[in-house]
Structure formats: structure tokens, C-alpha cells
């Protein structure tokens, strides 16, 4: 079956750099969502890509979807202590009807100020 | 702009005790979920349901019940609690039909079975 896998498990960043997550699927997807859920609280939508090759930015962050959509990163740029939480991607598989999201098991994002 | 309300937040079951959380949702969404997540396991689905009367498994579903007799309820069932359902459990809702896929999840209840 689908899997997909998140890496790092764990980030550590200086505030003001800058860092990048992925996000890798065994299948090919229909689509792919990241969520972002602060510490304590729950998942809360941040952007859906469809497109191969699909490049979305939100402010200082830059999601991107794979050529072969396969796969998909979240890159932030001056990190700051609001991007504290762990983020998530979900895709569903082409095969798959709606509802049936995959999701990876997170990037645990921690801030040094 | 209540969006999808879960009841209990927090609940301390005795093992083989059975209970039922709550989900509702106010913005007519078709389709309905709930996940449990585990420490750095992220999400994984145990039920969902595509409309009133229609509801599937997931990846977990052993354990649980579900119904969904109305487009704003969709309760969830612990018949015999056990100490592997120790989790933090999210409903949420979706409306595919109107081009995105996208998943609003309620606040979640914290389930403790000791």
C-alpha cells in the first residue's frame, strides 16, 4: 500500500535561517496537502498542491510538488519562533477516491531564538 | 463560525469500559473522518464517511464503530477499551466535490485508558 515518509523526524533551527522538509511517496499521487499543528493543538490546513512541477509560496514559505509527483518539500526561509509546531504532508493516491489521505508522520520544527 | 466541535476534550477510561466521542460539523461538508495520532506517528485514519448513512474503514478501524445518520454527526464508539487506544483523537470534515480536498479538524479529545 501507499506510504509516505517525512524527513527529518526533527528540525532544529537558529531563528533566521532558513530550512527545508520533504516529503517522499511510494505511488503516485493525485494530490498533495500540508497541515501545520502547534504544540498542544490540532492540524490546520496550509496549502494543497495538484499540479506536476507545482510551485506555491504563503510569505516566507515555498511549497513545491514533484515532476513525477511523487514527492514534495516545504522550504522556509528566516525562520521565526511562530514556525514552532510540526508539519505534515498528505497525499492520496491516484487510485484512491476522495477522503482517503495518507498522511506522512510529521516534522517536528523547534526555534532557537 | 464554529466549524467541527468534538466532545469530549479529555477522558480517563478503566480498561473493557465502552464510550462515545462526539463530532459535528456546521458547514454541510459531505465527508467526515476520524483519525487517532500517536507520538510521532502523525495521523492515521480509522473511519470516514462520504454522506448520511454511508461510512468505510480506514487504516485502524478495529476496535471502533462508527455511525452517521445525520450530514452534521458522525460519532465514533469504544466498546471494550483497551490500553493500546490511548490517544489523541481528531474528527474532522472535508467537501471534495468543490475541488479541493483540503481538512478542517476539530480540537481533538485526549483519550487515557488505564
Known amino acids: 500500500g501507499q506510504q509516505v515518509m517525512q524527513i527529518p523526524q526533527y528540525q532544529h533551527v537558529q531563528e533566521g535561517e532558513d530550512f527545508t522538509t520533504y516529503c517522499n511517496s511510494s505511488?503516485?499521487?493525485?494530490?498533495i496537502q500540508w497541515y501545520k499543528q502547534r504544540p498542544g493543538g490540532h492540524p490546520v490546513f496550509l496549502i494543497q498542491?495538484?499540479?506536476?512541477?507545482e510551485v506555491k509560496k504563503q510569505k516566507r514559505l515555498t511549497f513545491q510538488f514533484g515532476e513525477a509527483k511523487k514527492n514534495s518539500s516545504l522550504h522556509i526561509t528566516a525562520t521565526q519562533t511562530t514556525d514552532v509546531g510540526t508539519y505534515f504532508c498528505?497525499?492520496?493516491?491516484?487510485?484512491?477516491?476522495?477522503?482517503?489521505?495518507?498522511f506522512g508522520a510529521g516534522t517536528q520544527v523547534v526555534v532557537t531564538p | 463560525n464554529a466549524g467541527v466541535t468534538q466532545t469530549p476534550k479529555f477522558r480517563i477510561l478503566k480498561i473493557g469500559q465502552s464510550m462515545t466521542l462526539q463530532c459535528t460539523q456546521d458547514?454541510?461538508?459531505?465527508?467526515m473522518y476520524w483519525y487517532r495520532q500517536d507520538p510521532g506517528m502523525g495521523l492515521k485514519l480509522i473511519y470516514y464517511?462520504?454522506?448520511?448513512?454511508?461510512?468505510d474503514k480506514g487504516e485502524v478501524p478495529n476496535g471502533y464503530n462508527v455511525s452517521r445518520s445525520t450530514t452534521e454527526d458522525f460519532p465514533l464508539r469504544l466498546e471494550l477499551a483497551a490500553p493500546s487506544q490511548t490517544s489523541v483523537y481528531f474528527c474532522a470534515s472535508s467537501y471534495p466535490a468543490r475541488g479541493d480536498e483540503k481538512l478542517f479538524f476539530g480540537s481533538g479529545t485526549q483519550l487515557s485508558v488505564l
Open positions: 498542491l495538484v499540479k506536476s512541477g
Open positions: 498528505a497525499g492520496r493516491e491516484t487510485t484512491d477516491s476522495w477522503g482517503k489521505l495518507q
Open positions: 464517511s462520504v454522506g448520511a448513512g454511508i461510512t
Open positions: 458547514m454541510n461538508h459531505n465527508y
Open positions: 505511488t503516485t499521487l493525485s494530490n
